[in-house]
C-alpha cells in the first residue's frame, strides 16, 4: 500500500485520498512524525475533513501532545457533530489530562452515535475506572464483551476493575 500510495502522490502530491491513506499507513507503524506531516498536508488539500482532523488528534496524542490533540478534536466536531471518532479521540485526551468528567462526557456523546461500539464502551470503562465508579466501570466493560467476547483489552480491564473492587 505504502509504495502504491507513494506513487500516486509522486504524480499527484496534494491528493487527499492518498495523503490521509499514507498518513494511515505510518501511524499504524509508529511513525507519528511522518503521519502527522502527512495529514497536516491532506488537510491542506481538504480542510472540511473531519477524519483527516480527528485522526491527527490521534497522532498527535500518541506523541504526548495533548493541548494541540484536544483543539484537532473540537475542529473535527466543529465540522461533524456527529462524528463518534472524534468525540472518542477527545475523551481518550482528556483522560490523559486527568479531566475526567469531560473525558465520560465525551466518550458518552460518541456513544450516543455508536451505541454498539466495544472499543468506546471499554474507553468508557476505563474512565469509570479512574473515577473509581467500579460497577459502572465492570458494567461498561461487561457491554463491551457482550459486543465482542474475544476483546482482550475490554476482557483484561473487566478483571482489573473486578480485582480492584475485591470481586
Known amino acids: 500500500a505504502e509504495r502504491w500510495l507513494n506513487a500516486i502522490l509522486a504524480a499527484k502530491p496534494d491528493n487527499f485520498d492518498s495523503l490521509h491513506l499514507l498518513a494511515l499507513v505510518n501511524w499504524q507503524r509508529n511513525r507519528f512524525d511522518e503521519a502527522g506531516t502527512l495529514l497536516v498536508r491532506a488537510l491542506r488539500a481538504n480542510p472540511q475533513s473531519a477524519k483527516a482532523h480527528a485522526n491527527l488528534a490521534g497522532v498527535l496524542l500518541a506523541l504526548g501532545r495533548r493541548d494541540e490533540a484536544l483543539a484537532w478534536c473540537d475542529h473535527a466536531l466543529a465540522l461533524d457533530a456527529d462524528f463518534a471518532t472524534a468525540y472518542r479521540n477527545r475523551a481518550a485526551v482528556?483522560?490523559?489530562?486527568?479531566?475526567?468528567?469531560?473525558?465520560?462526557?465525551?466518550?458518552?456523546?460518541?456513544?450516543?452515535?455508536?451505541?454498539?461500539?466495544?472499543?468506546?464502551?471499554?474507553?468508557?470503562?476505563?474512565?469509570?475506572?479512574?473515577m473509581k465508579r467500579l460497577d459502572e466501570a465492570i458494567a461498561s466493560y461487561d457491554r463491551a464483551l457482550a459486543i465482542q467476547p474475544d476483546f482482550a483489552d475490554a476482557l483484561s480491564n473487566r478483571g482489573g476493575a473486578r480485582s480492584a473492587a475485591k470481586r
Open 94 to 130: 482528556l483522560k490523559d489530562l486527568r479531566r475526567l468528567d469531560e473525558a465520560l462526557a465525551a466518550i458518552d456523546g460518541g456513544l450516543a452515535r455508536t451505541p454498539a461500539s466495544a472499543e468506546m464502551l471499554n474507553i468508557r470503562g476505563a474512565i469509570l475506572q479512574d
